[in-house]
């Protein structure tokens, strides 16, 4: 069987390739060994294998989604999208990529012979503030950014595409994903990961908000495991509703940093300076805390449970490679 | 003031039209005295007054909406769309019409010099069935129609655009609209209507479900007035949260025939033959039976508070108009 990766030279891409290679064999209706693997992105995915296409191009350009389609993947990650700092600079680019790129992969699908999986990485920015508590299952979707409304537009379609047997669809939400391996970003939610990611490297880290922030995480082995889960899935089980929030471990940054402590001695947080952003501050105080996830867990996905396994994760993952995997 | 209808042709838009000319003003930040208004629908607009432009044109074709949004309207009522059945049929032309021509439109109104209000038409028709008793505001929207789906996708696409200040957006869902005036149509939702209708016609009609089946409805008459209410109010109130279920009168069938004897007397009763249609009863099944609206509460739209009011709303608008106006 055929697999179609979008947006393969991300992180949480390259991570699923390696996944899928060392996997072999992949389960559910859509399921059998994998033969061939087209990888998708703007920039060529550095692992190489002989059952890897490299195709680098742009989703928004040209014909590469139809011609990707024509190949007739069984399996279908949709991972590719302009990412939400972006999508709300470049209004047009995000709509182009995030919005009819999807669009335009899920038309090229549609006429297939066969009838394929296609796993949606959509994001909990699909809700906007204010929030209970907990966010359930059944929680309207009311984005505050342009990237939240278009992967919210995406899963809409996606899921009517599906119920019209075009394609088997299923679109995950993806919480945050920390501990990210690599350098430092720009990006508002980037301090997640690096109170924890530099301490552990010896390097000093500012934490631009209060210890009390409460927000939900799973890692990036656990973000591939939801992939995966997702592709293998019985459709039927599953039933109309498509989109699924992914479960997460929800703590407050004093949390995340009493686990980093557990793993790595007390002297780690030294390396932690408290210097309030209050620019930071308001973009995480618009962010969800804690979700309850049931129809996830029901349907079998899994993640850590605390966050010291988080920790772990990125220590078992991460430290153990060649830097030049780490960026 | 300048005003632009899109599907001005259907029964609400002419209702719509002739509330506004008696009008003459309508308030609110984007209001004032209206000069002139754009009527634009696959059929022309009966309707006749120097202040009206119609224009005969598919949204889905040629420069219509562009050439729309240059006038430079101040309030624009989008009410244009293929109805749900046929966007179940006809996949491509729902496609084209209600999503895409949606966004054609708020794309050709981005860039204007001014920052109009515009009224959209949404349905509940976003929501999908298992529902809980009664449906709030922040009940997830998992649409079970392609209808629905493009529904739901433009809603997404107007709250972010209001967002970003490209228009003043409302998104208004409406219940199901009865008594509809004129003849019978083949809507599965059409006995709701003539269940009242051609009794008080002396005409005898079929009731395809079970008089417990429960339903949520308002008047022609109130879908004008959620429109001019949608139309004149102040955005800083609404806030982000710009998609709205408008509030309506829960019956089921039953209570619907009582409020029908309440106006018409015992016999008219004796016209409605119970003659099960599965078919038709599966289809309903599936629908919302009752809505909390508290949010369009507090913004102050208002409807029929039982099904007795929405049966002397028909006779008053309907009785004492000539047929060619009922159709």
Not at 63 to 85: K, N, Q
Not at 263 to 283: C, K, Q, S, T, Y
Request: charged letters at 25%; one cysteine or more.
């Amino acid at each position: 069987m055929r697999i179609l990766i979008t947006g393969a030279g991300g992180m949480i891409g390259r991570k699923l390739t390696e996944a899928l290679l060392s996997l072999d064999v992949i389960g559910g209706p859509h399921g059998g060994p994998i033969d061939h693997i087209d990888l998708v992105d703007v920039v060529a995915s550095p692992i190489d294998d002989d059952r890897i296409t490299g195709h680098v191009a742009d989703l928004a350009d040209g014909p590469i989604l139809e011609d990707m389609a024509a190949r007739d993947p069984d399996i279908v990650f949709h991972l590719a999208g302009v990412v939400s700092g972006e999508a709300e600079q470049d209004f047009g680019k995000g709509m182009r990529v995030n919005l009819d790129g999807s669009r335009r992969l899920f038309d090229a699908l549609r006429d297939r012979p066969s009838v394929p999986r296609v796993v949606f990485t959509s994001s909990i920015a699909v809700f906007g503030a204010p929030f209970p508590p907990s966010i359930s299952d059944d929680f309207h979707l009311t984005p505050l950014t342009s990237y939240g409304m278009q992967k919210a537009a995406a899963e809409m379609v996606l899921a009517d595409y599906t119920r019209r047997g075009f394609f088997d669809g299923i679109g995950i939400r993806l919480p945050t994903i920390t501990v990210r391996p690599g350098k430092p970003n720009a990006a508002a939610s980037g301090f997640f990961s690096s109170i924890i990611r530099e301490p552990l490297a010896g390097e000093r880290v500012e934490l631009p908000v209060s210890r009390d922030v409460r927000h939900t995480h799973a890692s990036p082995r656990s973000a591939v495991g939801f992939l995966l889960h997702a592709a293998a899935l019985d459709g039927e089980i599953v039933g109309p509703r498509r989109n699924l929030t992914m479960p997460g471990v929800s703590v407050t940054v004093g949390e995340q940093i009493e686990a980093l402590v557990r793993a790595a001695g007390p002297d780690v947080a030294d390396l932690i300076m408290d210097n309030p952003d209050p620019f930071v501050a308001d973009i995480v105080a618009g962010w969800p805390q804690r979700f309850t996830t049931d129809r996830a867990d029901q349907l079998g996905f899994t993640c850590e449970t605390s966050f010291d396994e988080i920790v772990q994760a990125h220590i078992d993952d991460e430290q153990s490679r060649g830097a030049d995997h780490v960026t």
